[in-house]
């Protein structure tokens, strides 16, 4: 490792300080969870209202279908192009103008008139998902790879947390509306307003409370020769496309985060339309999706780390690989619940081991290439709106029933697992991260001991 890259790795957080905002490490963390968590406010905000869109521009089974796809698809180039903007011009950037630029679709998707015309407003929309490749990129550059995988699914977590908690919360910002003498026609539009004005503020102060890395911004960096210039970045997503391991992961992300978008946009539907609930209560129930990921995607990343630290980069490989099986068997059984209170409980528990396996796939990601990090977390986060994709195409279908759909992408996920083994590391590659890694542990107990002495 060069002197450079040995200083970028010793200026790395050894530990996850929660409740502190003094360190760069730390307000990138939590500010890098917010906008995330934002971001999915704007992104599916409008899918617990979709029963009043359905009524307002008389929508067809299959023209949801599309405009379901509409939001992931576009996705998928997004995050692919984010990546490499990442390596380029840093996450401070590129985060700041994501925000601001998505959020004015987001505000004006209310102007739609039109199936046409609110599918193009999707479309535009689904460019803030990509939102989480700055997310996950931003917390690898900030935290040393003893917490990594932890740092990453605790802010990849807590953002997806907002697909549940956007449920739960646009039908009340839509009864807020109402109670200004509006009607439903005229409310779901002006509900859409609140998460674009909130993203727009949270893309400016994003630009002014973070940096892009411990030392400080990329540009400054590069000034300096700290960084290698920005021309260099021109190949890294050519080697990272290469690398059969990155697209392996690509489709295991598409295999848990692809679930979670699907589930995300039919889950207020499924309930409303198979329980014969109301708009409430059947978005309070697909809210309970997402909240999982208060937990379940820190979980995830976490025990990848433990068994990173005690079984070495293939340890979090085939921890991976368990939960993402788990995962199908629990998808295929929810399907299956005919009573509401048995598919609750199922679905809770497939929940918990989708968000396990997204925060176990980015516990490994960011020892797949060190110098492509953007564009491997790039092209690996396009595999869960990829995922996404694919599955919207069952829900299109007007022969291919909701729970139908759900085994058959329960029984996708099962073959998906297989993939792991595809994604192996070099005897030198598990050496150096296990050097890297006993250095960072010795790092964050130097740092702990005079704590404990003071105790004492």
């Known amino acids: 490792m060069s002197a450079s890259g040995t200083a970028f790795e010793d200026s790395k957080a050894k530990r996850i300080n929660l409740f502190s905002l003094k360190t760069p490490q730390m307000r990138a963390f939590h500010l890098t969870w917010f906008a995330f968590f934002l971001a999915f406010f704007g992104w599916f905000g409008i899918a617990p209202l979709m029963v009043l869109v359905r009524e307002d521009l008389l929508l067809t089974k299959a023209q949801i279908g599309n405009t379901i796809i509409a939001s992931v698809a576009i996705t998928i180039i997004a995050r692919l192009a984010i990546g490499w903007l990442c390596d380029r011009i840093g996450p401070r950037y590129a985060y700041s103008g994501l925000l601001v630029f998505g959020s004015i679709p987001v505000m004006c998707i209310g102007l739609a008139q039109s199936y046409e015309s609110f599918l193009l407003f999707r479309l535009a929309i689904g460019v803030i998902g990509a939102s989480f490749v700055i997310t996950q990129y931003h917390t690898s550059v900030m935290f040393s790879s003893n917490v990594v995988g932890t740092a990453n699914a605790t802010t990849a977590?807590?953002?997806?947390?907002?697909?549940?908690?956007?449920?739960?919360?646009?039908?009340?910002?839509?009864?807020?509306?109402?109670?200004?003498?509006?009607?439903?026609?005229?409310?779901?539009?002006?509900?859409?307003?609140?998460?674009?004005?909130?993203?727009?503020?949270?893309?400016?102060?994003?630009?002014?409370?973070?940096?892009?890395?411990?030392?400080?911004?990329?540009?400054?960096?590069?000034?300096?020769?700290?960084?290698?210039?920005?021309?260099?970045?021109?190949?890294?997503?050519?080697?990272?496309?290469?690398?059969?391991?990155?697209?392996?992961?690509?489709?295991?992300?598409?295999?848990?985060?692809?679930?979670?978008?699907?589930?995300?946009?039919?889950?207020?539907?499924?309930?409303?339309?198979?329980?014969?609930?109301?708009?409430?209560?059947?978005?309070?129930?697909?809210?309970?999706?997402?909240?999982?990921?208060?937990?379940?995607?820190?979980?995830?990343?976490?025990?990848?780390?433990?068994?990173?630290?005690?079984?070495?980069?293939?340890?979090?490989?085939?921890?991976?690989?368990?939960?993402?099986?788990?995962?199908?068997?629990?998808?295929?059984?929810?399907?299956?619940?005919?009573?509401?209170?048995?598919?609750?409980?199922?679905?809770?528990?497939?929940?918990?081991?989708?968000?396990?396996?997204?925060?176990?796939?980015?516990?490994?990601?960011?020892?797949?290439?060190?110098?492509a990090l953007g564009s491997v977390a790039g092209i690996v986060g396009a595999g869960g709106n990829a995922g996404a994709v694919a599955f919207g195409f069952l829900f299109r279908a007007e022969n291919i029933t909701y729970q139908d759909g759900l085994l058959f992408v329960g029984v996708a996920v099962l073959l998906a697992s297989a993939l792991v083994f595809l994604v192996r590391f070099s005897p030198e590659t598990e050496a150096e991260e296990r050097r890297t890694m006993e250095e960072a542990l010795a790092a964050r107990r130097a740092a702990a001991a005079p704590v404990a002495a003071a105790a004492d």
Do not use: H
């Open 157 to 371: 977590g807590w953002g997806n947390m907002g697909g549940g908690v956007t449920q739960m919360v646009m039908p009340l910002v839509l009864a807020g509306a109402l109670m200004f003498g509006v009607g439903e026609t005229f409310g779901w539009r002006l509900a859409m307003v609140v998460p674009g004005v909130a993203l727009f503020l949270v893309g400016i102060a994003y630009f002014f409370l973070t940096q892009d890395a411990p030392l400080g911004n990329y540009k400054d960096l590069r000034a300096k020769g700290l960084m290698p210039p920005a021309s260099q970045v021109r190949g890294t997503f050519l080697m990272a496309a290469k690398d059969y391991r990155v697209w392996a992961l690509f489709v295991i992300y598409g295999a848990c985060f692809g679930v979670e978008l699907t589930i995300n946009n039919i889950a207020a539907l499924y309930f409303y339309d198979r329980f014969d609930l109301d708009l409430k209560t059947a978005g309070l129930i697909a809210g309970l999706f997402g909240l999982m990921n208060l937990f379940a995607r820190t979980t995830g990343g976490m025990l990848g780390d433990k068994f990173g630290i005690k079984f070495g980069l293939k340890g979090r490989v085939m921890f991976l690989g368990v939960v993402l099986l788990i995962e199908g068997i629990a998808l295929m059984v929810f399907s299956q619940m005919a009573t509401l209170f048995l598919a609750v409980g199922a679905m809770i528990v497939f929940s918990l081991f989708v968000q396990m396996s997204e925060g176990a796939t980015f516990s490994v990601v960011p020892f797949i290439n060190r110098k």
